[in-house]
């Protein structure tokens, strides 16, 4: 009972946030889901809780999908390569987590996707 209002909650939260976000609020959003999305995989794998493991890795990939599809290739310079080639990377590592049991992969992505946030949060700070 107690799950299902905190789940209430949580999602009527998000919905605020995401009604009135800017891009860049919706990036740093996804990026923090992503966030704890990873350490509950994590504890799955060293909890050896292989369907909650699978489920949170879909999960962690569907959001890094998003992400992906969401950058503006139109006229895509640098950066938008570089983003997309990190987005690839963090899911293939993920895949390779979930077939190998590694935590540690897990973690890989983790440090990158708070590298990515803090620079989304830098473009934040720079551009309102």
């Not at 740093?28 to 493991?53: S, V, Y």
């Not at 503006?72 to 077939?99: H, K, M, P, S, W």
């Amino acid at each position: 009972m107690y799950q299902d209002a905190y789940q209430s909650y949580q999602t009527v939260n998000l919905g605020a946030q995401t009604a009135q976000a800017s891009p860049v609020e919706l990036v740093l959003i996804l990026t923090d889901g992503l966030l704890e999305e990873l350490a509950r995989a994590r504890a799955h794998i060293a909890a050896k809780r292989f369907e909650q493991k699978a489920r949170s890795l879909d999960k962690c990939i569907g959001i890094l999908n998003g992400l992906s599809s969401a950058l503006d290739t139109d006229g895509a310079g640098e950066v938008v390569g570089n983003l997309q080639a990190l987005y690839e990377f963090c899911a293939d590592r993920l895949c390779r987590a979930g077939i190998t049991l590694d935590p540690a992969m897990v973690d890989d992505v983790s440090g990158v996707v708070q590298t990515l946030r803090q620079g989304w949060q830098d473009v934040q700070a720079h551009h309102g």
